[in-house]
């Protein structure tokens, strides 16, 4: 893996790119355990949780603009859909900003980590970043995004679980894209699923080194559950809509102990 | 206007190259720029700049040349683009395209449409035209930056017109296919 044009950081021993600019309001952390959250819903919680999730808008932003200016020579279609990415993703965070507002929130009030940047940008190649930013990372957003905004229909907040549902769908199709592109490289030039197969296997690799483990405590003094480590309850139909194949859904579904949405608590929504 | 279909095929692969460039400039400004209200106006402005390189590209393939061609412009007035994009400060960038470069770039599909024969080379006329009409909403955009970001100014008060006057002295954007694959080849 290698990041020749930009600058580099080591976080617990593993080198990632540097940040992207933040505004000093902004409080940037670089693990876990430097984040503040609360398993609950409180409205710190809430608050929290909206202003982690507009921070992670943002660096997919960030993201999906580096591809188009690193990889000027992709096809011209898949340059669209990350064109489109960019624009999708700046009216999320915007959203979310918004809506962090009207819930008394305000930017800079928590410590925010750009992970997915540090690692995404790592990677020197688009099918390498695609199957890790979109295909691992945006997939995962589809099951939180799933699980969330049932949470906040049950805490009654119909408006944030409304906003979320819109983004999901948008995410649906960044993922589905993606699945698609990736598809097409691989076969028309096997030697692509090794680029993929080793920005996965590099993905693997960091988390192993930086995820929080089973008792360590957060920067709001949340302990780490074996419970809260496990991956979010998988969102089976929004997988299928994204194009991941049966397979590909069931290894998800095994890797989360086979914990699903139910395609009915999403329908009435 | 009187030109040929290379002619034609010419200028619109040139506002096509104008086009990208816009939309990479606005990518390669987001990482880079601190304000989140600024990276997010920027980002929502990369798909309008793609949008308006597809329309163009798919024009370019229906005026014999090759689907989504580009043609690089005239070295003065990639100059001017240049010089835009080095901009670093967040106003400078936002300003500079803004009230800087769209203006000449508007009056340049202006006086496009103007000249061209209206029914014989309708297509283009109505992509440009739908171009025009994003570029209202674009302004409005603009021109509501500062009450979302009042604390933003310009460090470089006259950065915007100066990236004006740079365009303006540009009469000629459009290159010679020759010209522009020896530059290509060179650089």
Known sequence: MSAPADRTKTVNGVVLVADPAREPCFTVVQTDAELQDWPDMSEISRRERLHRHMNNETGAIEIAARCLVDFPDASWDLRMSLARQVADESRHASLLLRRLKELDGEKGQFPVANFEWGVTLMLDNLPGRLAVQNRTFEAGLIDILGTMRNRWREVGDHETADLLEGILADEVTHVRFANRWIKRI?????????????????????????????????????????????????NIEDRRAAEFTEEEVAEVLRQAGFRSILPSLAAGN | MGETIRQKADRVGTFRYISVFLMETLARWIPTTPELEAKVFFGRQVWDFAQHA????RRTGELRSPMQWSLQ??????????TMAGATGTMERLAGLHDGLMPDLEARYRDYIARTDRLNDEPTVRILERILFDFERLRADRAAFPAIRPDLTLADAGWPARIAAMARAETDYVSSRAAARAAATAS
Do not use: F, I
Request: no cysteine; aromatic share 6%.
């Open chain 1, 186 to 234: 691989t076969e028309e030039d096997p030697r692509n699923l090794l680029k993929v197969a080793m920005a996965v296997r590099y993905l693997g690799q960091v988390l192993a080194r930086l995820e929080p483990k089973v008792g360590e405590t957060n920067a709001a003094g949340s302990t780490w559950t074996e419970e809260r480590r496990l991956p979010p309850a998988v």
């Open chain 2, 54 to 57: 597809d329309w163009l590209g």
């Open chain 2, 73 to 82: 412009p005239a070295d003065g007035y990639l100059r001017v683009l240049q």
